[in-house]
Structures are given as structure tokens and as C-alpha cells.
């Protein structure tokens, strides 16, 4: 999926791309062999390491929906009530939004397999980044050796906007694939990947400080970054992501009308989103050629009920 590219800059890098994973992490696979369903949902899924505490449990229900928190180890953070140690002094209600994002998760059965997506932890930054690196190169055609500055600007990106939260957050969604022939409640193989990102802002302080043409509200959220491995593409993953951050933002945000960008080139992007109720609301001038950026519209939804993802046919995308 190539969801809608934009700008960047050594200190702000907005992508909303969608691109495949094809580095030195290629790939990456956890397989874990729980003794039941219930253990399988509360692995820890990925904190990367198969030794980590459970932080969270995915309900197994179609329907999305936050999840229970189990205790975590305690942390070096100056802050002890941060989950996030994000290093900055934080106020009551901020605690509670960060407690509020911790204890995310969207869950999804689909017709290949299940995903499942919640807020990014500090240990899977790495993954991520190398994710949304390559992805970049891809789209803007950039050579391999680019590959390598690319991760380490938007690593200190990344690093960056973690200090925002809980005004913005970075989600990560995993996948597992059904085997064939698997009964329900088997689960004697897990075999977990990592899937896509997207990240998202919740208001004028999460807003990133230069925002790409045509310029959305920096007092609206803002959905941006997404990126769905290659491998996994067609299979509605992008679709998820999506739906993800509209319940996230449901959640975190009082503000209906959420924005993001999407470049006219990309039309499966395009039609995901008209499909998710999107409508453009300002295309970029024909001037930005000259800038060497390609076209965008700036589209926006107002957000209702959540709708049900299984309500609409996603069998003919590519996201």
C-alpha cells in the first residue's frame, strides 16, 4: 500500500506512505508455542523479546476494543506512572491519557489470519523504523544507500514525537497468519510479524511543527506514516490501521473531523479512504511540481459511530 507521501526535513518527516519491509530485520517473525488461546493473547507480542512481561491482553471478539493491563516491571523513568518514559514532566489529566494509551489495543479477525494493533512500546522503535525507512526509499524512488540516513532521520523523529505523547501516538499492528486445516482454539505454532504503522496526532500540541501541503487544521487529528509490509499488502491490513486510529482518536480526541493526506498518484490509498467515508477537501497547485513534491489532497472525515471494518468488501485492495 502507498498511502499519501509527503515532505520531510532533517527535523520534522511526514510520510503517509504504505511500503514493504526489506531490510536487514526482513521480515521479522516471532514464533512462540502458547499452551492455550488465552496465553496466545496475552503474549506480549512483541516487546521483541520472548522473555518480557505481558503488558496487555487481545480480546479475541471480532469487534474492537480496549484491553485489560496486567502490571509491568517497574522503570528507570524520573516519572514512575509514565509507561511510555517519556522523559517529560506530565500533568494528571496527560498520566491518564498515557494509562489511556497503554491499555489500547484494536483486535481484528480476518479472513487470512488475525491482527491486532496497539500503541508502539520504546523496545520496538527499531522495527518500526527500519519499516518506515525502506518504505520511504520505495516510494520516492531513492537508491539503497539512502536507506541508512533515512533510518537514522526518522529514527530521531520518531524519538522526538515520543516525547509528545500522549498528544500523539505511533501504532503498531502485528499479524498472524491461519494455517490451513487450524481448528479454532489451536494455537500450536503462533507465528507473529509485524504487519504496518501509522501514527497519529490528537491535537494543536501532538501537530507536527511543518506540516506538508495542503496545510490541515493543527488543532484536528491527524492521521500520517503509514506503512504496511509489503508481504502483507492485500490482505486490509492498511484498512485496520486506519480504523484503528479513528478509535484511538474517538477516544483521546473531544474533535469529529480528523484530516490526513493522500498523493493523487496512489489510488488504491485513495480509494481506501473514499471507501472509509474520506471526502478531499483540497488538492495541492500544480506549482508543487516545481518543488519536486508530488500532488495531495488533503481529505477529512467526520467521525460517527464507528463503523464495522467486515461491513465493507476489501477483497480488491491492496492495502
Not at 516525547?163 to 490451513?180: E, N, Q, S, W
Amino acid at each position: 500500500m502507498a498511502t499519501a507521501a509527503t515532505t520531510s526535513s532533517t527535523t520534522t518527516i511526514t510520510l503517509s506512505l504504505s511500503f514493504p519491509l526489506d531490510l536487514q530485520i526482513q521480515n521479522p517473525r516471532f514464533v512462540f508455542k502458547p499452551k492455550s488461546h488465552q496465553q496466545f493473547f496475552n503474549n506480549p507480542l512483541l516487546n521483541l523479546h520472548t522473555h518480557s512481561t505481558p503488558t496487555f491482553k487481545i480480546s479475541s471478539s471480532s469487534h474492537s476494543h480496549p484491553s485489560t493491563t496486567t502490571p509491568s516491571p517497574p522503570s528507570n523513568s524520573p516519572y514512575p506512572d509514565d509507561p511510555f518514559r517519556t522523559g517529560q514532566f506530565l500533568t494528571n489529566p496527560d498520566l491518564e491519557n498515557l494509562k489511556l494509551l497503554d491499555n489500547f489495543v484494536y483486535s481484528e479477525e480476518l479472513k487470512s489470519g488475525s491482527m491486532w494493533v496497539r500503541v508502539m512500546k520504546e523496545d520496538e522503535m527499531d522495527i518500526t523504523v527500519a519499516l518506515l525507512a525502506e518504505s520511504f526509499a520505495e516510494s520516492m524512488l531513492l537508491p539503497a544507500g539512502y536507506v541508512g540516513v533515512l533510518r537514522f532521520l526518522v529514527k530521531q523523529y520518531l524519538i522526538e514525537r515520543r516525547t509528545l505523547m500522549p498528544h500523539t501516538a505511533t501504532l503498531i499492528g502485528f499479524y498472524r497468519k491461519r494455517v490451513d486445516g487450524e481448528e479454532e482454539g489451536e494455537e500450536e505454532n503462533e507465528e507473529v510479524e509485524l504487519a504496518g504503522t501509522v501514527e497519529v496526532c490528537f491535537d494543536k500540541r501532538g501537530a507536527n511543527a511543518s506540516l506538508p501541503s495542503p496545510i490541515p487544521p493543527k488543532d484536528k487529528p491527524y492521521i500520517c506514516n503509514m506503512a504496511v509490509q509489503k508481504s502483507l499488502r492485500r490482505r486490509g491490513i492498511g484498512w485496520h490501521l486506519l480504523k484503528a486510529s479513528e478509535e484511538l482518536i474517538s477516544q483521546m480526541s473531544s474533535s469529529r473531523e480528523v484530516y490526513l493526506h493522500c498523493r493523487m498518484i496512489d489510488t488504491a490509498p485513495f480509494n481506501m479512504y473514499t471507501k472509509a467515508d474520506y471526502k478531499i477537501v483540497k488538492t495541492d497547485s500544480i506549482l508543487v511540481l516545481l518543488l519536486l513534491q508530488r500532488r495531495k489532497h488533503l481529505m477529512c472525515k467526520k467521525l460517527h459511530l464507528l463503523s464495522m471494518p467486515s461491513e465493507i468488501d476489501l477483497s480488491d485492495s491492496d492495502l
